[in-house]
């Protein structure tokens, strides 16, 4: 008959199957994701391994509804046989430079799920501000923040992202960058970071974080205890990055360090004796960690299950660097391809879709290292009244 | 002249009475008090918050302004706005009445807790500045019209106790100054409301200083263009350039010719109703701002044949039509008919007395391709110069426009293709390529130029770019007094064809209050490191 909708028989019920169970975890590394989805007449069929399967399929299914011009809602016959080709699939955004209000964290994960987007990389501080609210060192936020009072990130304000990311299996990666980018850190932890010097007198003016003193290394265990207990995922990203020697170079105590240990001039070695300590202190805690790459550039010993995060474009091009960092035998993660927030007029989306991670000279096992990327929204000139379009 | 006067430094100068400090002379440094102890750090590097804005966070940086020491409290539960005695405009100034409303709130918030005091002054022992008084000195001060090229927005502005007296010779000044004064009040780390005891004498140093919006390339809803508006006002920019139509998308609903929005729309929601249009014309007009609508052709007019037939050109594939079309057809009488009705209601309808009519692009492969075309060429003896056939339909626009009594503003290929233009033509200079090669010999030709190449804000690129629109010095071309005196102003221009209202306004601003201080202040406010604090405190307030 002419009235009769074009379409099949309405279907009343998407069946979700999970074969294993585990409503209650937190997604990690070796989550499952793959699902399956069986669109036919009178049967809809979604079945995964785990749960994280099942948000997957169910994203899909979302965009696999249509409306026609006479607002009805239909789905076409389907069947899709899903997984992700990358286990790690991240986002970063950056706290520190511009602090980011909870609702845009939040609004941020939603469109995470929208694309499967299954890690949030938080590098919650830097040197700008420390927005942290410790409760064993509540003086860092509160000294650090750019204003102790409003941009801060309560306990509770933790909890609920990373609630809100479980929910969306989305892991939650805090980095707490050190031993440079840590300025913000200092007025709240005094004698934490190394006095520059200019000539014999301090200058007033602070560097990295002091490596040589025994204070530090119990500050950072301390601070690392509760950063363990409060961000569940297995693993932690310990910075690492751009490490500045001329402070260290100017004080002469640590000249003096670096005489005693045999390090010569060169600092690389005074980087990695503080990286060593601190990846040891993190493996007694319990967990793993990811480091930027400069950690594995400089020489320094990582566990053999360490993640390197490539991000420089020089002096080694990236895709070298992903090479060199699988063949050492670690694991890799890519991002140096996808800062988001270098802007560029156009549609500068199809250059970070043309990126290939696996496209370096290397054997199987290589490749099968390389677990996946990171997009990253550097925070420099991006807060809530951007952030969004920016992104996305 | 203005007297200079060296200003004290560290506290001995502030414990002076007044400086004096005439913005044409400003070596910046000085303008804060001491000069900065170490080198200021690029903006890029860490710097902890220093607390509430500096009390001279204007922008754009007025003409002439001595500020003190000297604070007076304002409350805001007494504190008003109010016509001064011997103004020209009075409470049936529905202009400023509605100012008046705006900048209280602006300035106080919405707060329903500012309700009339009469409680004994609490908090600074200030003495309280009570009213500021608006006054405006022409006989007719302009609250029923439309602002134009030539309306004054200068004003003066003297803070002082007992009442502010803000005048101006037009209403347009009067907002420009109300704009001021609002960025002058300022708050205590205690909550009280405060403003420097100052004196300010302003205008602008060039009269056309405009923002460019494109609503073809994506449709922005009328909440993003009022939205703009505001914005605009805060940067004392008084031009919209509406370029409302163009090939993608056709959203103006015309009362002669409705089938164009109908057809020509991306859909029925996608349009500005005339309800719309006097919406944004009105709002504008409130803000001291006018609203020149741009109806590109001959090119760029793709979604116009939509809605009206035989308007466009055929393209042709050797004897055949393709099906695909070209600019509008010059040959037709038809053409100029349908020209001649439709500039009639734009006419009407948009109240400035300028119209920009485009004719940028043309390509003319299309027109080649045509026979029609070809034969008409040929009996014109234009040859094969198709510059020759723009030029002729363009002529002929304008001759139509005139006759209407609008003035009118092209893009600079019609300068360049050398058509016929009226001696009040404005020229508005986009092509990026040495445009002050362009702008000698627009204005050496006599034609008054509008600047927007070193402008397109739609360019987007990694970090701090509004450095670069501010560098921009737009007399830096080779001519005469007289000819730099045809440069009246400029436009950031911000195309739309990856903007809609979702990344619109961040995209925008505060990037244009860079050009909106360049079109405004004096040609030696140029200081980068000033303005990179005036303008960080000035985006805060916008937003």
């Not at chain 2, 190449?453 to 701090?464: E, F, K, M, T």
């Amino acid at each position: 008959a002419e009235n009769e909708p074009p379409w099949g028989t309405p279907c009343t019920q998407l069946l979700v199957f999970v074969a294993m169970p585990g409503c209650d975890g937190f997604p990690s590394l070796d989550s499952k994701e793959n699902y399956k989805l069986s669109v036919s007449e009178g049967s809809l069929l979604l079945s995964a391994d785990a749960i994280w399967g099942a948000l997957r399929g169910l994203e899909t299914f979302s965009q696999l509804v249509g409306r026609d011009e006479n607002g009805t809602y239909y789905i076409n016959k389907t069947e899709i046989v899903d997984f992700p080709r990358f286990p790690h699939r991240g986002l970063l955004l950056d706290t520190s430079r511009h602090y980011l209000p909870l609702r845009a964290i939040l609004e941020t994960l939603d469109v995470m799920a929208y694309n499967k987007f299954n890690v949030f990389h938080w590098h919650i501080v830097d040197d700008p501000s420390f927005p942290y609210e410790s409760f064993t060192f509540p003086e860092l936020s509160k000294q650090g923040a750019f204003n102790p009072m409003t941009h801060v990130y309560t306990a509770s304000d933790v909890q609920t992202v990373i609630e809100y990311a479980r929910l969306r299996g989305i892991r939650v990666i805090a980095e707490f960058d050190t031993p440079g980018h840590t300025l913000s850190w200092g007025p709240g932890a005094p004698g934490l970071l190394t006095p520059c010097y200019l000539g014999k007198e301090p200058s007033g003016t602070y560097g990295p974080i002091n490596p040589i003193l025994n204070s530090t290394y119990k500050f950072v265990t301390n601070l690392f205890q509760e950063v363990s207990t409060v961000f569940p995922d297995f693993f932690l990203h310990l910075g690492g990055d751009e490490v500045d020697f001329t402070c260290w170079k100017s004080n002469p105590k640590i000249r003096a360090f670096m005489k005693e240990m045999g390090f010569g001039e060169d600092y690389k070695k005074l980087e990695s004796f503080y990286i060593q300590r601190l990846l040891d202190i993190i493996s007694s805690l319990g967990k793993g960690y990811i480091v930027w790459q400069e950690v594995f550039d400089n020489g320094a010993e990582v566990r053999p299950d360490t993640i390197v995060h490539v991000w420089k474009e020089n002096p080694t091009p990236y895709m070298e660097e992903m090479a060199n960092v699988t063949k050492a035998g670690y694991r890799a993660l890519l991002s140096a391809p996808w800062y988001l927030n270098r802007i560029s007029y156009g549609q500068d989306w199809m250059a970070a879709y043309k990126v290939d991670p696996l496209k370096f000279k290397g054997v199987p096992e290589q490749k099968d290292r390389v677990i996946g990327g990171e997009a990253c929204m550097w925070g420099e000139y991006v807060d809530v009244t951007n952030l969004t379009p920016r992104l996305w | 002249g203005r007297r200079a006067m060296g200003r004290a430094m560290g506290l001995a100068g502030l414990l002076l009475g007044l400086f004096l400090v005439p913005a044409v002379l400003v070596s910046t440094s000085f303008r804060h008090g001491a000069p900065p102890a170490e080198p200021v750090p690029e903006p890029a590097e860490w710097e902890r918050a220093s607390g509430p804005f500096r009390e001279d966070s204007l922008w754009p940086l007025p003409q002439w302004l001595r500020t003190s020491p000297r604070q007076l409290q304002l409350a805001p539960g007494r504190f008003q706005l109010v016509h001064g005695a011997g103004s020209s405009a009075g409470p049936d100034c529905g202009l400023l009445q509605d100012a008046f409303r705006r900048y209280y709130e602006y300035m106080f918030g919405q707060s329903p807790r500012w309700t009339r005091g009469r409680g004994p002054p609490g908090g600074r022992g200030e003495p309280e500045l009570s009213q500021l008084q608006v006054v405006i000195e022409a006989p007719d001060p302009g609250c029923y019209s439309y602002p134009h090229l030539a309306s004054s927005e200068a004003y003066h502005l003297t803070v002082t106790e007992p009442v502010a007296i803000l005048k101006a010779d037009e209403v347009w000044g009067a907002l420009r100054g109300l704009e001021t004064f609002s960025q002058l009040v300022h708050e205590d780390d205690y909550g009280s409301f405060l403003v420097n005891e100052s004196e300010i004498d302003d205008f602008p140093r060039f009269a056309h200083r405009g923002i460019l919006l494109d609503t073809s390339r994506h449709y922005l809803p009328l909440k993003s263009i009022l939205t703009n508006l505001d914005a605009m006002a805060f940067n004392k920019f008084n031009v919209l350039h509406w370029h409302i139509v163009d090939d993608q998308s056709f959203p103006y609903q015309s009362i002669y010719f409705p089938e164009l929005s109908d057809k020509g729309a991306y859909s029925y929601n996608h349009v500005y109703t005339p309800t719309d249009v006097s919406l944004v014309i009105e709002y504008a007009r409130l803000r001291g701002i006018r609203v020149i609508p741009e109806f590109d052709t001959p090119g760029h007019t793709q979604s116009w044949g939509k809605g009206q037939r035989d308007l466009l050109t055929p393209c042709y594939s050797g004897e055949h039509p393709t099906g695909s079309f070209g600019p509008i057809n010059p040959i037709l009488n038809t053409t100029y008919d349908f020209m001649t009705k439709f500039y009639k209601e734009i006419s009407s309808v948009f109240p400035d007395a300028y119209i920009h009519l485009g004719g940028d692009e043309v390509n003319f492969d299309c027109w080649k391709s045509n026979p029609e075309v070809r034969e008409f060429m040929r009996k014109q003896g234009f040859g094969i110069d198709y510059a020759k056939l723009e030029s002729y339909y363009i002529e002929k626009i304008l001759d139509i426009v005139s006759s209407y009594n609008k003035g009118y503003v092209v893009w600079q290929e019609v300068f360049d293709n050398k058509a016929q233009l009226k001696p009040d033509t404005v020229v508005q200079v986009w092509m990026g390529n040495n445009y002050a090669h362009e702008l000698s010999s627009v204005t050496g030709a006599g034609f008054t130029a509008i600047l927007a190449a070193p402008w397109y804000l739609d360019y987007i690129s990694y970090g701090q770019d509004w450095k670069k629109y501010y560098s921009v010095e737009p007399l830096n071309f080779p001519g005469s007094e007289k000819q730099k005196k045809l440069l009246i102003g400029g436009e950031a221009c911000l195309w739309g064809e990856f903007v809609d209202a979702t990344n619109l306004t961040p995209r925008l601003w505060p990037r244009a209050s860079a050009v909106g201080e360049r079109l405004w202040s004096s040609r030696n406010v140029t200081n980068l490191q000033d303005a990179y604090e005036r303008l960080t405190n000035h985006r805060c307030r916008m937003l």
